[in-house]
């Protein structure tokens, strides 16, 4: 008796793994819409040659070169005023090069996460941040009816090619998330006691996409695992995804990643590794500004432990981040070049992720 239910415990777990969405990789790259169509080519051709599904770009002005990238310039969304709902104080540039992109992306089976602002930007005194500071930004309703004005135009930015707005393409756009790190620099208290700001923007996102769009509603993640996934956030209607950003080697493990799967399962929602990364230099791994490089070696194993941890816990993941060229080693790096000496390494976790059982099934939002 004992034999036969060990037997049917074995055949069941089997037909749940065969039955199972596979889990899938992708990148970052926030500054993308500046990268020239030579690049962007050099890029998407390496991204999906490790089979990465989705890459996340932010819609950040950017004027000069980028992590060893020649770019483009382009302003931002907002370049010298708070817009509120006007259409012709936008600048949408932007917007148009990133209708660029993602026909390319989505011709290499690529769809784009689009993060519609940054805390990095608020904090380093955009139109939001010169009026309202990263503290009444969050606090106030004038500040928060504005940038969903904002997140409204973007949602309904026409697609110059395809003629359709963004919120309905879906072939296109795997999710769109109201900010990059939402209140980071105020510490995780201030996050847990101004929960609401995440879910009233998804809500007004929700509100243009409707309830079957095909495309995600996420949080933007945080600065590590418990600031990332708050209790609200699991239980706001609106949202789709949650989004994780850990750098720290404590919570690159699988059983730290567990039990947050399992809520969120409990809960109705997803989750995905949004931002993760191997840092270049001999330093903790979450506090890599400069230092004496890795041996080659020592990194790349870093790269798949973290990225087996990750993909063992059932979680999808997004490496911080890919970019089309030799890496320079910029401060903060955890950067990836294609074809450099840790890019066979990426590629080979990335194919890995992509052949294993996930936590939650994302096959209906992928190509």
């Known amino acids: 008796m004992r034999l036969l239910t060990l037997i049917g415990l074995t055949i069941s777990l089997q037909l749940h793994l065969a039955g199972a969405a596979n889990s899938f990789a992708g990148s970052n790259l926030y500054y993308a819409p500046g990268i020239r169509p030579d690049t962007r080519t050099t890029l998407l051709d390496g991204l999906q040659s490790a089979?990465?599904?989705v890459l996340r770009v932010w819609l950040d002005g950017q004027s000069f070169t980028q992590k060893g990238t020649d770019i483009d310039p382009f302003p931002d969304l907002e370049p010298s005023k708070i817009c509120n709902g006007d259409a012709s104080c936008y600048d949408d540039t932007v917007l148009e090069r990133l209708d660029d992109f993602m026909i390319d992306s989505q011709a290499h089976g690529i769809k784009l996460i689009i993060t519609m602002h940054s805390f990095n930007a608020l904090q380093a005194g955009d139109v939001y941040g010169a009026e309202f500071g990263t503290g009444f930004f969050y606090e106030q309703d004038a500040p928060q009816k504005a940038f969903d004005a904002r997140l409204v135009h973007i949602l309904n930015h026409v697609h110059k090619t395809l003629g359709r707005p963004w919120k309905e393409l879906s072939g296109y756009i795997f999710g769109f998330e109201a900010e990059n790190e939402a209140m980071i620099g105020k510490g995780q208290q201030y996050i847990q006691q101004h929960q609401q700001w995440q879910c009233d923007r998804a809500q007004t996102i929700?509100?243009?996409l409707g309830?079957?769009?095909?495309?995600?509603?996420?949080?933007?993640?945080e600065s590590f695992l418990t600031e990332s996934v708050q209790p609200d956030w699991l239980k706001c209607a609106a949202l789709d995804l949650i989004s994780i950003h850990a750098y720290g080697v404590g919570d690159l493990q699988t059983s730290a990643l567990k039990p947050f799967v399992q809520q969120a399962q409990a809960a109705g929602k997803k989750l995905i590794m949004e931002e993760w990364g191997a840092c270049f230099f001999n330093t903790e791994n979450n506090n890599c500004p400069n230092g004496d490089a890795l041996p080659t070696d020592a990194r790349n194993a870093n790269i798949k432990a973290f990225a087996g941890a990750i993909t063992g816990a059932g979680l999808p993941?997004?490496?911080?981040?890919?970019?089309?060229n030799a890496d320079p080693h910029d401060g903060s790096d955890y950067e990836i070049g294609i074809g450099g000496p840790s890019w066979s390494t990426l590629q080979g976790v990335a194919q890995a992720a992509s052949q294993a059982p996930g936590a939650f099934d994302f096959s209906q939002f992928l190509l």
């Open 51 to 53: 089979g990465l599904k």
């Open 206 to 208: 929700r509100g243009q």
């Open 211 to 221: 309830d079957n769009s095909g495309i995600l509603v996420m949080t933007g993640g």
């Open 317 to 324: 993941w997004l490496y911080w981040e890919v970019i089309p």
